[in-house]
């Protein structure tokens, strides 16, 4: 059989064995239950609130009620207008809650507290737009001319951001990118983590490495683990894409489709490092309780590469950005954000793509030694040193 | 034909084979026996590549074994191991597979084996809510699934109630009828006189008896005596060439060397006691074994 052939059997029975265990099934329901509930809870909490009471008494043009209506529509607001046949009956409501405002003779706004400013700018736009009708009509301005008057000046709004000509959105996207590559890469790298070192502690590898070569074994691992994190995040984005559209209650920054698809790129080398580290440093440990120990340094330098990237995000153009952003440790959370925040090079990328993939490889190779020399010795945890030169001190040395 | 030839390796400072030369050949029981240390898990792992030999090479019918030679071996390693939440059919067909067999081909071989070791109706259940016997057999399976025609056991005896154990000596005799090459270690060794044809015996790394069994035997010059008797123990070292090897109330075993007279043993005995067992055989497994070791 194959050696590709072997990597898919793998693959799949870590995808199999995986989806039919309780813990991830959990946590699939859980992060999509989250990620709904970041979604639908404020359009709950949001819908509730469009609706404004607005109370009018006094002397007041009739056309008022219909510009606090009209005004009100194009910010989003649906007023609600009630008549009071006195101020006193009027300001009654205000002061229990009945109303958000009451409209004293078209002149005088009434509040329990604090204006509501969206609400205060639609009220006083309607009262001067009747006014200035009102006004027009008198000096003789037909309804036409008046239209023609008030015809508004389109005026451009251009967000200069912080950086280079990009907005706040980019900087959100980028911000999210970072968090949710960190976690898709520290995740499913644990689970290649602690997969390597049940294996070991259940004895069951040294079956397998009798019939497969350990680089097949990791391979297989690391892939099955990773189609199915790709799995899972698709199905929680596409369904938060749907969730969205739907309630339409979160703005989706206007993600730009080359920096999604720059995203996915980097999960799939960022994660493939990363798993290739920790698979191998698994391979130390003969205990699922000293997985986390063995791990450390991984995960100190994929926590400082967090923190590099996030640094990044607000100078994406300073020297140790771009190195953090080719080297290829910090590339996969660095890249990413620079894509999305200054526009790199072409040529950055590739670069950084390059650097990343010549790493895995070299990567696949070394692991692949540790591996193999460290996950068939039982006792305490094996040196990186001695899993080098393939001679770890062990039960094994000791017994035969 | 399974070669051992000049097979070494080294753990730092520690020699695991020094010098490593047998074979096993196909049709028989090959029993490997050494005591704690002596080098035979590290033989074993060599064939599997899971050791890598620092000089010497392990052969399988004359050629260098490649990872090719091994989709149709079987191995059992001394600890044992199984996913302990997998479902034991599911298991033992991804075993098989990995051997390359496709997945229709290992599901019959699979359900034969459950079927006769009488556990098909823990088919579909996980191997960690299976009793230790159970999971011994579940290993078993997981060895044999790809009906190997090299089948390698590290201690397949340790741990076994005897009716396991003689369901598993039945199993490989069986397979070795089948043609298989069949090496496996125990300490066991009464269990490996009675079961092997051939036998191995490996010290510090190096064999120092290798061979079939019976030949082994015939070959020392040296015959015991066991006597069992009614009355007065006679003074057997009084004989020449005789040596008192063990002694209990009315039993005696003796050695007898070439020089000795078995017609004075047998002539002392009756003499001074009622006889009422005898037999005179060449010496048993375990005293080749205490003596290819202590030399």
């Given at each position: ?10 693959a ?12 991830f099934?959990?946590?699939?329901i859980?992060m ?25 008494t ?9 510009a606090?209506?009209?005004q009100?529509?194009?910010?989003g607001?649906?007023?609600r ?23 004293v003779d ?7 507290g604090e204006?509501?400013?969206q ?7 309607a ?15 037909g ?7 008030l015809?508004?000046v ?6 200069l ?6 907005s ?11 968090i949710?590559?960190?976690m ?49 995040l698709?199905?929680?984005a ?20 080359a ?5 996915v ?8 490092l ?12 003969s ?8 791990a ?14 996030f ?13 953090f ?5 910090t ?5 990413p954000?620079?894509?999305?925040m200054?526009?790199?090079a ?29 996950v068939l ?11 080098w ?9 000791a017994?035969? | ?13 520690l020699?695991?084979l020094?010098?490593c030369?047998f ?23 060599a ?31 001394e ?12 298991q ?59 089948l ?12 396991a ?27 490996v006189e ?5 036998v ?11 061979g ?8 020392l ?14 003074a057997?070292?009084d ?7 063990a002694?209990?109330?009315g039993?005696?075993?003796?050695q ?5 007279d ?13 006889l ?16 290819a070791?202590?030399?």
């Open positions: 059989m194959t050696g590709p052939r072997l990597v898919g059997l793998v799949r029975r870590e995808m199999r064995e995986r989806s039919r265990s309780r813990a099934r959990i946590s699939v859980v999509i239950v989250v990620v709904l509930a970041v979604i639908i809870v404020p359009a709950l909490i949001a819908g509730g609130s469009k609706t404004r009471d607005v109370g009018i006094g002397a007041t043009p009739a056309a008022l009620p219909a606090v209506r009209a009100g529509e194009v910010v607001i649906n007023p207008i009630h008549r009071y046949d006195s101020r006193s009956a009027a300001e009654r409501a205000v002061r229990s809650g009945d109303v958000d405002v009451v409209i078209a002149r005088r706004l009434e509040w329990r204006p509501d400013e609400l205060r700018a639609v009220i006083t736009g009262v001067q737009l009747v006014a200035v009708r009102e006004r027009a009509a008198a000096a003789g301005v309804a036409g001319t008046l239209a023609a008057i015809a508004p389109p005026v451009a709004n251009v967000q951001g912080q950086v280079l000509g990009r706040r959105d980019d900087q959100t996207v980028a911000l999210v990118m970072t949710v590559l960190l898709a890469i520290s995740t499913y790298g644990g689970l290649v983590l602690t997969g390597v070192v049940e294996e070991k502690a259940t004895r069951v590898v040294e079956v397998l490495l009798a019939r497969i070569p350990a680089r097949t074994l990791l391979a297989g691992k690391i892939l099955g683990i990773g189609l199915l994190g790709f799995a899972q698709a199905l929680t596409l369904l938060a894409l749907v969730a969205t559209a739907t309630v339409n209650s979160v703005d989706l920054p206007a993600a730009r489709g920096v999604l698809a720059w995203a790129v980097w999960f799939v080398l960022g994660y493939s990363y798993a290739t580290v920790f698979g191998a440093i698994g391979s130390l440990a205990r699922t309780e000293d997985a986390q120990s063995v450390g340094p991984v995960t100190i330098v994929l926590m400082a590469s967090y923190f590099a990237s640094a990044s995000i607000g100078s994406p153009t300073s020297w140790w950005a771009r190195l952003s080719y080297f290829p440790a590339a996969p959370l660095t890249m954000n620079r894509i999305a200054s526009a790199p072409w040529w950055e990328p590739l670069l950084a793509v390059a650097l990343t993939l010549a790493s895995i490889a070299a990567l696949v190779r070394l692991g692949g030694r540790v591996y193999s020399g460290a010795h039982a006792g305490p945890t094996v040196k990186l040193r001695a899993a030169r393939g001679s770890p001190v062990g039960l094994d040395q017994r035969s | 034909m399974l070669e051992f030839d000049g097979a070494v390796k080294r753990f730092g400072p020699t695991a020094d010098g030369s074979t096993a050949r196909p049709g028989r029981l090959t029993g490997f026996l050494g005591a704690n240390g002596a080098g035979k898990t590290t033989a074993m792992r064939v599997f590549g899971l050791v890598h030999l620092d000089a010497g090479t392990t052969r399988w019918c004359g050629q260098p074994i490649s990872p090719g030679d091994r989709a149709a071996f079987g191995y059992m390693p600890e044992r191991g199984l996913y302990p939440r997998m479902r034991v059919r599911d033992l067909v991804y075993f098989g597979r990995l051997c390359g067999r496709s997945a229709t081909e290992v599901g019959g071989a699979v359900d034969r084996w459950l079927e006769r070791l009488g556990l098909a109706d823990r088919a579909e259940d996980r191997v960690d809510t299976l009793s230790h016997g159970n999971q011994q057999r579940v290993q078993l399976v997981a060895a044999v699934v790809n009906e190997p025609s090299l390698v056991l590290d201690e397949p005896f340790s741990g076994l109630d005897p009716i154990l003689a369901a598993m000596a039945d199993l490989l005799a069986e397979m070795a009828a089948g043609g298989a090459t069949v090496l496996f270690s125990s300490h066991q060794l009464d269990l009675h079961l092997c044809e051939d191995v015996i490996i010290d510090h790394g190096r064999v120092v008896l290798a079939e069994l019976a030949r082994l035997r015939a070959a010059p040296q015959r015991f005596a066991e006597i069992r008797f009614r009355g007065r123990a006679p057997w070292s004989l020449p060439g005789v040596q008192l090897v002694v209990d109330d039993f005696a075993r003796l007898v060397e070439p020089t000795g078995v017609a004075q043993v047998v002539a002392l005995a009756q003499g001074s006691a009622e009422t067992s005898f037999t005179y055989q060449p010496p048993t497994l375990s005293e080749l074994f205490r003596r070791v202590a030399s």
